[in-house]
């Protein structure tokens, strides 16, 4: 396939729920109250029971290899947390990523990704560089 500069990826969306959280502090090891405990996450000045970064971040990731097709041609990923994932209980909330390509270097993309939730940025300066 042939890309040029400023070629769109179709939106991926991802649900997100507190079962999700439990597995993926499960998972990782990660058991901070924020990710599970309503009042523990209000106590500290959150709004509510919040997404562990890196879930957010590997939702990203997901996202590009759904682009691609394999993670394998993936080579440099970075962002910055912007604003938290809120997860409210009994609710699934809706994680959107987005990408364009911002450059092309040799066998390379540069992807510009951008990652909503209800319509707030959640990341930022996110990019990944995928091998051709």
């Known amino acids: 396939m042939s ?15 507190r079962s999700d959280l439990k597995q993926y502090a499960d998972a990782s090891g990660d058991q901070n109250p924020i990710h ?11 709004p509510n029971v919040i997404a562990h970064g890196m ?9 590009i290899r759904n682009w691609f097709g394999s ?5 440099e ?7 938290p994932v809120v997860v409210p209980a009994g609710e699934d909330v809706l994680l959107t990523f987005t990408g364009k390509i911002s450059a092309i270097e040799g066998d390379q993309v540069i992807i510009d990704v951008t990652a909503t939730c209800n319509g707030v940025k959640v990341l930022t ?8």
């Open 55 to 63: 879930y957010t971040m590997a939702l990203a990731g997901e996202a």
């Open 36 to 46: 599970q405990d309503e009042a523990f996450a209000q106590s500290v000045g959150l």
């Open 3 to 17: 890309w040029s500069v400023g070629d769109e990826f179709t939106e991926k969306t991802f649900t997100v729920n």
């Open 71 to 75: 993670e394998k041609s993936l080579t």
């Open 77 to 83: 990923f970075s962002t910055r947390f912007a604003k």
């Open 125 to 132: 300066q996110t990019k990944a560089r995928v091998r051709l």
